[in-house]
């Protein structure tokens, strides 16, 4: 992407992010959010027991993600811009289990802080590796230090959830689809939108937290089932990067799916065909 493409495009995203901040109001951190659902003291004397040990799966896959990213090149990571980014999310993702730990252990305005700065890393740096992989290396590349520093920055706004809501919302919207729409650099693309559905299934849980206490006769609560779904996002990614290889044939995962129905229709014609010279030989018999 040429450089003034660059500069227009970030200078749209800026005006956006302003228009977006004047027109539509403020929303305060309501003290309501603390009041989780399941606040049991199970064992080991761990306050919030559940919502604090859901946090465990994070510490997993974070570290793995890690790990592979740098040894023996285990991912075939080819660009330094993939390598960046796939190590910070890594990082967010493992900094998720201390921080919703530390959190939820005393759930508080102060500490929510904790728990959101590195789900924010995790977000920016994704985006940032989608722009690599499906738009440009080298926007990609430029805008990782730009997104991730512009996340820490809505962590700031903290009477005012609109930036955080902005920076953890868009991508569930832009990547799948960018991932429909614009064709990969590699395959097992189908990967992003299973991660997708998991983030969503983690928020759905997350707003009916007490209902599904209730619904489970208090044995677990949705916001214990949210951490438990949203881990899921790094385990399938992780299981992407261990399986994709480079695209041959660069095609949109809508472009391939046109494909596969035009190919059910002339399957199912045929069928119909032969089922019809079928019957016209039986009648002749």
């Not at 802080?113 to 995790?122: E, F, H, I, S």
């Not at 596969?260 to 229709?265: C, E, L, T």
């Not at 199912?268 to 079928?278: D, I, V």
Request: aromatic share 14%; glycine share 4%; proline share 5%.
């Amino acid at each position: 992407m040429e450089r003034g493409k660059q500069l227009y495009a970030w200078g749209a995203a800026v005006l956006i992010f302003v228009v977006l901040m004047v027109v539509t109001p403020a929303i305060p951190q309501s003290e309501e959010y603390h009041n989780f659902a399941d606040q049991r003291e199970l064992f080991l004397g761990i306050p919030n027991t559940l919502n604090v040990i859901s946090n465990i799966p994070f510490l997993f896959v974070g570290v793995v993600g890690l790990t592979l990213c740098f040894y023996r090149n285990y991912f075939r990571l080819r660009l330094q811009g993939e390598i960046w980014g796939w190590s910070i999310f890594f990082l967010g993702v493992t900094a998720v289990a201390f921080g919703s730990s530390y959190y939820h252990l005393e759930p508080n305005d102060a500490r929510l802080v904790w728990d959101r700065l590195p789900m924010t890393v995790a977000f920016t740096s994704i985006m940032a590796i989608f722009i690599i992989e499906r738009v440009d290396e080298k926007t990609g590349t430029t805008s990782i230090a730009p997104l991730v520093i512009a996340g820490i920055l809505t962590i700031l706004f903290f009477d005012d959830l609109r930036p955080y809501a902005l920076i953890q919302f868009l991508p569930c919207i832009i990547i799948p689809l960018m991932a429909i729409l614009i064709p990969p650099m590699y395959t097992h693309s189908s990967y992003w939108l299973w991660a997708a559905g998991f983030y969503l299934l983690a928020k759905v849980e997350e707003a009916e937290d007490k209902q599904i206490y209730k619904w489970t006769n208090h044995i677990v609560s949705g916001h214990t089932l949210k951490h438990l779904f949203a881990a899921m996002v790094p385990v399938f990614l992780t299981l992407m990067l261990a399986k994709r290889d480079i695209e041959p044939e660069r095609r949109s995962l809508l472009q391939k799916w046109k494909i596969y129905w035009i190919r059910i229709k002339e399957s199912g014609l045929k069928a119909e065909r032969l089922e019809c010279e079928y019957s016209a030989v039986s009648t002749t018999v």
